[in-house]
């Protein structure tokens, strides 16, 4: 089998079966996945051939028990580059290291977005604007579906494409409900414009805008319960295998990281990860309490008039009557 790398490819390469490994492939390069484990490919600058073999390839440790094993005593940066062979780490703690199981939490398979259920959008802006397309599945699960994270794009151009990469990836829904960083509803310094009403006269379709929570601790842990709970044997929170930026997020790139006396920081550092975690987070404090069986597409309201008799002439209007 060969492929065209890419995030949602990548996983596709994996083994059915066994261990849920999603490898850190190359971009452009074709890879090549003939045996259980192992990814070759040509490297595109220098032509040497190379091969990534994973511990998988060898059918006595292709199992939970010798991950559950291997884990112990070692913390997830040391797992991760020894025997996941992923050598990007972070200088810090991990903010769900505890919760976040990558075999578990990370779908094999791509996920397919259930047309009759409204598609929540989870919103952070700013300078790397980000925005999470996620489900609330039967039995209460959240699954996250797609991903948008841009660098130094403006709000209206980044508005834009949400618009239309929501037309392209989930074209038979027409219920979106939006959960968005609350400071989108502050006008900021050099536009009269909040992010929030932007958000609502550019996109396609109206919408259900809901603020998420700011308060750190509460967002977290709302996460972490859909993290830790389990659904007749399937996870809480399931994710796509097609968002890089909130697997990696989770694997580590969300993280404390320690200040000058050593001591890791009570917040999470903001940085590329940071802005997809949020627009999660924002999406996990409010989904439960939110009311899911309306309608993000607007009504057509009825004429009104500016003049007396009004009511008459809609009443004979009604009826039929010129």
């Not at 089998?1 to 452009?28: E, R």
């Not at 440790?61 to 884990?71: C, G, I, L, M, N």
């Not at 930026?245 to 200040?259: E, L, P, Q, R």
């Amino acid at each position: 089998m060969s492929s065209n790398v890419s995030p949602l490819a990548a996983v596709l390469l994996g083994n059915p079966g066994g261990i849920a490994y999603v490898p850190d492939l190359p971009q452009g390069a074709v890879v090549t996945n003939t045996t259980r484990g192992i990814w070759e490919w040509t490297n595109v600058q220098n032509g040497f051939h190379v091969a990534l073999v994973h511990f998988s390839s060898d059918p006595s440790k292709d199992s939970d028990a010798f991950v559950t094993e291997a884990r112990k005593g070692t913390s997830v940066a040391n797992y991760e580059r020894e025997y996941n062979i992923r050598w990007q780490s972070f200088r810090g703690k991990p903010v769900f290291s505890e919760d976040f199981k990558r075999n578990f939490h990370v779908s094999t398979a791509p996920l397919v977005a259930q047309s009759q259920l409204p598609i929540i959008r989870g919103w952070d802006f700013g300078l790397y604007p980000a925005c999470v397309f996620t489900q609330l599945w039967p039995g209460m699960r959240l699954v996250v579906l797609r991903e948008i994270c841009e660098s130094g794009m403006g709000l209206e151009r980044f508005l834009e494409e949400v618009a239309a990469k929501s037309i392209e990836w989930f074209p038979g829904s027409r219920k979106y409900y939006e959960v968005v960083d609350p400071a989108g509803f502050a006008r900021s310094a050099n536009d009269e414009r909040t992010a929030v009403s932007m958000l609502a006269n550019t996109s396609t379709y109206r919408m259900n805008v809901t603020p998420g929570v700011q308060v750190p601790a509460e967002r977290l842990k709302a996460v972490r319960k859909f993290l830790s709970r389990v659904v007749r044997g399937e996870p809480a929170m399931l994710i796509d295998p097609s968002c890089p930026m909130v697997i990696g997020g989770m694997d580590g790139g969300y993280h404390y990281s320690y200040n000058v006396s050593g001591q890791l920081r009570e917040k999470p550092e903001k940085n590329i990860y940071s802005h997809p975690a949020d627009a999660l987070q924002y999406v996990a404090t409010r989904v439960l309490e939110m009311d899911l069986s309306g309608t993000a597409v607007p009504e057509i309201k009825s004429p009104s008039y500016g003049f007396r008799n009004a009511n008459s002439i809609k009443e004979h209007t009604q009826h039929g009557t010129k």
